[in-house]
């Protein structure tokens, strides 16, 4: 036999969300945009900004996630793979040189490297990106490749014409600098 829906329950019309998402069990609002002519980096530092001072009622949060999350673990990713290359660049080059200062010589290189492609940034008004790190860890690669030359050049110099330290360095410097550049 058929039941009336009123017999049951008490049907009331309100308003509601048309759908309740849930992440780890609580319940979540996923706010979404599509970004065009702006970089991911830089909406997100104007969305923190905004909601910076932005009071919340006990239990509410805001988070960032999406592409964001995955740009920030990519960093993560990218600042370990760094530093894991540095030291073993640096292993290898003590080994080759038989030095441990050698190595530290040419490794002091990159920063001084670094600072023009800094510079460039901030005058060009661009935010770092995955493919600016990218670019940064070629323009390492070549830093060092230069200074190994130099380096290696001051030695043989050393070695075979017995010059003084700063005497090696200047001739180094004299001869390699066309070839380096």
Same mark, same amino acid.
Request: net charge negative; charged share 20%.
């Given at each position: 036999?058929? &039941? ?111 600072? /023009?492609?800094? !510079?460039? !940034? ?5 935010? &770092?990106?995955? &493919? ?6 070629? !323009? ?8 190994? &030359? ?22 180094? /410097? ?6 380096? !550049?």
């Amino acid at each position: 036999m058929p &039941v009336s829906l009123d017999a049951v329950a008490d049907v009331v019309i309100v308003e509601g969300p048309a759908e309740i998402r849930r992440l780890d069990q609580e319940r979540v609002v996923v706010i979404t945009a599509n970004l065009t002519g702006r970089d991911l980096g830089s909406a997100v530092a104007d969305i923190q900004a905004a909601t910076a001072g932005m009071p919340l009622p006990d239990g509410f949060s805001i988070n960032i996630g999406g592409q964001n999350e995955e740009m920030e673990r990519s960093f993560e990713s990218m600042r370990f793979a760094m530093l894991l290359a540095v030291f073993l660049v640096y292993l290898v080059m003590a080994s080759q040189f038989e030095s441990l200062l050698h190595p530290l010589v040419i490794m002091f290189t990159i920063p001084l490297g670094m600072v /023009g492609s800094i !510079l460039a !940034l901030l005058a060009l008004d661009e935010t &770092v990106s995955v &493919v600016v790190l990218i670019g940064l860890i070629m !323009l390492a690669g070549i830093v060092v490749n230069n200074a190994i &030359v130099l380096v290696d050049y001051v030695n043989m110099l050393r070695r075979r014409d017995n010059m003084a330290k700063l005497e090696a360095v200047a001739e180094a /410097g004299r001869l390699r600098l066309r070839p380096i !550049l």
